[in-house]
C-alpha cells in the first residue's frame, strides 16, 4: 500500500493550495480518507476526513470554511483544497487511510510521506 501526497509548496498568506494523494495497492473505496499536518516540534493534528462515498466530512475548527476535503474513487485520490492560508498552516501534510471517518492517528492504518506547505507572512 501507498499513499503519495504531491501539491505542497510556498504561497503567500491568503493564497490557496490544492494537496492531492493518490493512492495505490488498496482498494481505495474501502477506506476513509484523513488529511493531519504537523508542523515542527508539535505533535500531529488532524485537518479532515472523509467518508468512503463523501457522504460523511469532517474538519478541525482551525480549518473549517477555508479547507475543503474530496475525493474521487475512480482515480484513487483524495483532495484538500487550501484557502485562505494563514502562516500558521504551515506544516508537513500527510494523507492516512482508515476504515471510518475518525480524528485519532492511532486509527489510521496507511500513511503517505507528507508534502510540505509553507505561507509567508
Known amino acids: 500500500v501507498q499513499l503519495v501526497e504531491s501539491g505542497g509548496g510556498l504561497v503567500q498568506a491568503g493564497g490557496s493550495l490544492r494537496l492531492s494523494c493518490a493512492a495505490f495497492?488498496?482498494?481505495?473505496?474501502?477506506?476513509?480518507m484523513g488529511w493531519f499536518r504537523q508542523a515542527p516540534g508539535k505533535e500531529r493534528e488532524f485537518v479532515a476526513a472523509?467518508?468512503?462515498?463523501?457522504?460523511?466530512?469532517s474538519y478541525a475548527d482551525s480549518v473549517k470554511g477555508r479547507f475543503t476535503i474530496s475525493r474521487d474513487n475512480a482515480k484513487n485520490t483524495v483532495y484538500l483544497q487550501m484557502s485562505s492560508l494563514k502562516p500558521e498552516d504551515g506544516a508537513g501534510y500527510y494523507c492516512?487511510?482508515?476504515?471510518?471517518?475518525?480524528?485519532?492517528?492511532?486509527?489510521?492504518?496507511?500513511w503517505g510521506q507528507g508534502t510540505q506547505v509553507t505561507v509567508s507572512s
Open positions: 492516512a487511510a482508515a476504515r471510518a471517518v475518525v480524528r485519532t492517528t492511532s486509527r489510521y492504518d496507511y
Open positions: 495497492g488498496v482498494t481505495f473505496t474501502g477506506y476513509a
Open positions: 472523509i467518508s468512503r462515498n463523501s457522504g460523511v466530512i
